[in-house]
């Protein structure tokens, strides 16, 4: 079982930074591979970035390549997400995952590839 409460959302203008936090709790979390998704107002959650168990491996969706970073620190059980050059459709509720297949070499882009996930984090980036 695997717990988990994102912090460090926000407003912030366009072109600034954000870097959300998750927190986990559950001795598992060193094993799972994470993910950042995002929900805005009236579309389907997406993908935004994952990042393998042990942190060699990441991948993200095309519309924040080169923006946004994954990261994690097992040591800390936090996975990050370092966000820069924010723009308005950056806007959403973000929300970090965790698998419960442990140890995959794989990060994961889908959503019911996640069984834990926390209650979700705010951006709001306005123009």
């Known amino acids: 079982q695997v717990q988990l409460v994102e912090s460090g959302g926000g407003l912030v203008q366009a072109g600034g930074s954000l870097r959300l936090s998750c927190i986990a709790s559950?001795?598992?979390?060193?094993?799972?591979?994470m993910g950042w998704f995002r929900q805005a107002p009236g579309k389907e959650r997406e993908f935004v970035a994952a990042?393998?168990?042990?942190?060699?491996?990441?991948g993200y969706a095309d519309s924040v390549k080169g923006r946004f970073t994954i990261s994690r620190d097992n040591n800390r059980n936090t996975v990050y997400l370092q966000m820069i050059s924010l723009k308005p459709e950056d806007t959403a509720v973000y929300y970090c995952?965790?698998?419960?297949?442990?140890?995959?070499?794989?990060?994961?882009?889908?959503?019911?590839?996640?069984?834990?996930w926390g209650q979700g984090t705010q951006v709001t980036v306005s123009s």
């Open positions: 995952a965790a698998t419960s297949t442990l140890f995959s070499g794989d990060y994961y882009s889908r959503d019911h590839e996640y069984e834990y």
């Open positions: 559950g001795r598992t979390f060193r094993g799972c591979g």
């Open positions: 990042i393998t168990f042990s942190g060699s491996k990441t």
